[in-house]
């Protein structure tokens, strides 16, 4: 699975962007996806995960409710939908993928093999 992120930019507080996870090697199918962020000074911590076949999902507390994961496996991508953003969202976002059982959405990054190149959102207030 080789992953590439995009969708980043610079938005104002309240607007969205989505973000894009495609899998140029579209085995895209065979793997949980999960996005994570690291703001500056910060830990990477976990965002949202979707299933493989995009039946089970899982969000941070901090995003839950704004966020949406969702997944298209025929076309080998992971979405990720960023509604009602905060400064505090301010971060390079990653996507990453682990081959994982049908159901499950780990939420740790050591759980994760295969990681994308980051995109950075930037929220101004």
């Known amino acids: 699975v080789q992953l590439q992120a995009s969708g980043g930019g610079l938005v104002q507080a309240g607007g969205s962007l989505r973000l894009s996870c495609a899998d140029t090697?579209?085995?895209?199918?065979?793997?949980?996806v999960g996005w994570f962020r690291q703001a500056p000074g910060k830990e990477r911590e976990f965002v949202a995960a979707?299933?493989?076949?995009?039946?089970?999902?899982n969000y941070a507390d901090s995003v839950k409710g704004r966020f949406t994961i969702e997944r298209d496996n025929a076309k080998a991508t992971v979405f990720l939908q960023m509604n009602s953003l905060r400064s505090e969202d301010t971060a390079v976002y990653y996507c990453?993928?682990?081959?994982?059982?049908?159901?499950?959405?780990?939420?740790?990054?050591?759980?994760?093999?295969?990681w994308g190149q980051g995109t950075l959102v930037t929220v101004s207030s």
């Open positions: 979707v299933s493989r076949g995009g039946g089970n999902t």
């Open positions: 990453a993928a682990v081959s994982a059982g049908i159901w499950l959405v780990p939420r740790t990054k050591e759980e994760y093999n295969f």
């Open positions: 090697g579209r085995t895209l199918i065979r793997y949980t």
